[in-house]
Each structure stands twice: as C-alpha cells, then as structure tokens.
T-cell receptor, first 112, second 116 residues
Framework: NAGVTQTPKFQVLKTGQSMTLQCAQD?????MYWYRQDPGMGLRLIYY???????DKGEVPNGYNVSRLNKREFSLRLESAAPSQTSVYFC???????????FGDGTRLSIL | GQQLNQSPQSMFIQEGEDVSMNCTSS?????WLWYKQDPGEGPVLLIA?????ELTSNGRLTAQFGITRKDSFLNISASIPSDVGIYFC????????????????FGQGTILTVHP
C-alpha cells in the first residue's frame, strides 16, 4: 500500500542547475499538491492540481513549474535552482474537495 | 495568505502527562485537520473535523472544532515516548464559488518531546 511516493529522497544541486521532483499516488485521487517545509514555517503550498489537466499557483510559486502528467503523477520542476530553494518538498493528494490530504515522505533538496 | 497561529511552539513533558495544543485564526475555516510528522517522514493525518463544535477522538487523541470556526485544539492523554514528533494543525476554507480544491493552510507546528 504505497500511497504517495516521491523521488528522489535526497538531492544536492549547484546554483543554476535544473531538477524535476517526481510524485505518484496510487489512491485514484483527483487532487495533488506540492509543498515546501522550512524550519518554523510549517508547510507552504507551491502549486496544486485540482484535477487531471489543471494546475494552479499556491502561496509560493515563484521559481517553480509543475506538470500533471496524468491522474497518478504530478511533477515539480526547478528550472534554475537558487539557494533559497533549499528545503524539504512534500507532495500530497486528496480524493476530493473536502477530503483530507495524504503526504509522501518528502524530498530533501540542498542547493549550494 | 491566511495564517494559523499554533501554540505552543514546543513542549517538554514527562511520560504519562496530558498534552494540549491549539490553533487560532482571524478567519473562519470549514474544516480542521490535525497531522503528526515524525523525523524524516511526511505528515500523517490524525483527526479530521468537519463541523463547528465537533469533538472527535482517535485513541488517546481528542480534537475539537471550535464553535466560532476560528480555532481548534488537540489533546493527547497519558503521553508515551512514541508521541514525540511535530504536530500540525491545518484548516480549509471555501472560496466564493463554494469550493476549495482541497487547499490547506498550515500552522507552524508544535514540537513535542516526551521524557521517559
């Protein structure tokens, strides 16, 4: 029972490099989300996808792009990584408008 | 964006003690959720609350949706060492169209340490 799977678990990048974080869910959920978690700031929404074929900006979208590849997969791309994007990134999914979100185990990203 | 004020920021307690933490906001929320995060893992849902005044239990955990819809609290009774972790509240609002697309606003978290 995998739930939400994120890859990679860890990554170190140099400033200016690009990177795609992958997320897949096997719960047949319609909605998917990308968050970043920084110390003392809880989780902040970067982008979300309410349903397959749609994506929208969250609270902190600058410097990121997303692709809802199909119902299962939602990827997050950093085109030109910056040290301020060093963070732990979480993907989540939910079954509908008022359903709880279920989270993956995160990707720990360091940008030097 | 909207913010949730979660308190306390951290707690150090002895095994067996009860714990209480809360979240408040200046805005109304339609759903309150409580999550726990263990080191190196993602948040795991503990309790979901959908109605003002609702009181829901999950084992030793009890959470309530405030009557004003602007707050929620979580209690843990008879704490044990495995309760250690970060606890997050999260709230969901509906937009003008009556939908939210599931978007959540998170509190800053409460770090719980339990001494055996």
């Amino acid at each position: 029972n995998a739930g939400v799977t994120q890859t990679p678990k860890f990554q170190v990048l140099k400033t200016g490099q690009s990177m795609t974080l992958q997320c897949a869910q096997d719960m047949n959920h319609n909605s998917m989300y990308w968050y970043r978690q920084d110390p003392g700031m809880g989780l902040r929404l970067i982008y979300y996808s309410a349903s397959e074929g749609t994506t929208d900006k969250g609270e902190v979208p600058n410097g990121y792009n997303v692709s809802r590849l199909n119902k299962r997969e939602f990827s997050l791309r950093l085109e030109s990584a910056a040290p301020s994007q060093t963070s732990v990134y979480f993907c989540a999914s939910s079954g509908g408008n008022n359903q709880p979100q279920h989270f993956g185990d995160g990707t720990r990203l360091s940008i030097l | 964006g909207q913010q949730l004020n979660q308190s306390p920021q951290s707690m150090f307690i002895q095994e067996g003690e009860d714990v209480s933490m809360n979240c408040t906001s200046s805005s109304i929320f339609n759903t309150w959720l409580w999550y726990k995060q263990d080191p190196g893992e993602g948040p795991v849902l503990l309790i979901a609350l959908y109605k003002a005044g609702e009181l829901t239990s999950n084992g030793r955990l009890t959470a309530q949706f405030g009557i004003t819809r602007k707050d929620s609290f979580l209690n843990i009774s008879a704490s044990i060492p495995s309760d250690v972790g970060i606890y997050f509240c999260a709230g969901r609002q509906l937009n003008a169209g009556g939908t939210s697309y599931g978007k959540l606003t998170f509190g800053q978290g409460t770090i719980l340490t339990v001494h055996p």
